[in-house]
């Protein structure tokens, strides 16, 4: 049944997003949750279908764009963003959507992941973390702990890993969110507000591979540990955790965290989220057990996109300059070489 909700919109379904491709994904794999919540996201937004392109590098996650009923492209490994900007250039209209993994993005993909960051191209990447290489079966990745045993690293990976949403706000992202494969809740608003989001969107979702790394944030983010182990940040929201918010983060004079038992004494030193402030952003990224794990939008700033700044610049300079190209061959602006 069609799923959009404003009535002023295209009345779309989930299913108009679901391509006739078998997935080949393992049974089980966290990437088959991910894959429902676009598929209602897109559908919620109201677009037309045609109006979406998903591109996608190399590695379990880059199957993407054959399961999805919009325009796409399996491009080579780490080079999507490359790709993604310039479709965004060439159609400015299409929502563009970047579908990458750990090692796709954080690897061989690493310089391109920062510049389309740094550039602020309207985008929106989705980057899958399920610290491991699962296509290659089972290498440690960019994101893989410190003392990973795996095929590649039989006596544990001695690298010490990449935080995702820190390289994020070292490229001077203007949107960070992380979410999980299995919140199905969070993960369709943070999808949604990475679309309404003009500029490069980045959002991590952790997300289980169920062959190769099982349990990779069971400890975080199981049934049971999510409460306790999981801050859910909210702009404008005192940053509370807990079964019943009986915890909180407070800011110490040495400008780093601390976790508190929230009383009514102590209540209004509780830290409330701003998400327009890249310093809390990293502070919050960076936490870890024993702290919570940050969840949801942990930057969102504005700042001129790269596409609209390029495309501003070619309608210039098609309005100052109105030489055709055999004036321009014939110009003053020429020389021999003898």
């Not at 290498?139 to 795996?150: D, F």
């Not at 509780?270 to 969840?295: I, K, Q, S, W």
Request: proline share 5%; charged share 20%.
């Amino acid at each position: 049944m069609p799923i959009t909700e404003d009535p002023a919109l295209p009345r779309v379904s989930k299913k108009d997003f679901m391509s006739d491709q078998t997935i080949r994904w393992c049974p089980g794999c966290g990437d088959y949750s991910i894959l429902s919540q676009v598929q209602t996201t897109f559908a919620k937004l109201g677009i037309p279908r045609e109006k979406f392109a998903v591109i996608s590098g190399i590695g379990c996650s880059s199957r993407f764009p054959y399961y999805m009923n919009t325009y796409g492209f399996h491009t080579i490994h780490g080079r999507a963003p490359a790709l993604a900007t310039g479709v965004k250039l060439a159609n400015p209209e299409l929502s563009v959507w970047v579908i990458t993994g750990d090692g796709d993005s954080l690897s061989i993909g690493g310089n391109h992941l920062i510049h389309v960051l740094r550039r602020n191209v309207d985008l929106q990447i989705l980057m899958f973390n399920n610290r491991i290489y699962g296509l290659t079966k089972g290498q440690y990745s960019p994101t893989s702990e410190a003392g990973k045993k795996t095929k590649s690293s039989p006596l544990g990976s001695i690298d010490h890993p990449f935080e995702p949403c820190r390289v994020a706000l070292g490229s001077d992202a203007t949107f960070v969110a992380r979410t999980v494969d299995v919140f199905v809740k969070e993960q369709r608003s943070i999808l949604e507000q990475a679309h309404a989001h003009k500029g490069a969107s980045f959002v991590e979702i952790m997300q289980n591979c169920n062959i190769f790394n099982d349990g990779a944030f069971a400890d975080i983010t199981g049934r049971k540990e999510r409460k306790e182990r999981c801050v859910f940040v909210e702009h404008g929201q005192p940053l509370l955790f807990g079964a019943n918010n009986e915890k909180g983060l407070r800011l110490t004079p040495r400008l780093t965290l601390e976790v508190i038992e929230v009383t009514e004494d102590n209540a209004d030193e509780v830290l409330v989220h701003d998400e327009t402030n890249p310093v809390l952003a990293g502070l919050l990224c960076g936490l870890r057990p024993p702290f919570p794990v940050a969840m949801g939008v942990l930057l969102r700033v504005e700042r001129a996109t790269y596409d609209g700044a390029a495309l501003a610049q070619m309608d210039h300079a098609a309005e100052t300059n109105k030489q055709t190209l055999a004036q321009a061959v014939a110009g003053r602006k020429t020389w021999d070489v003898g």
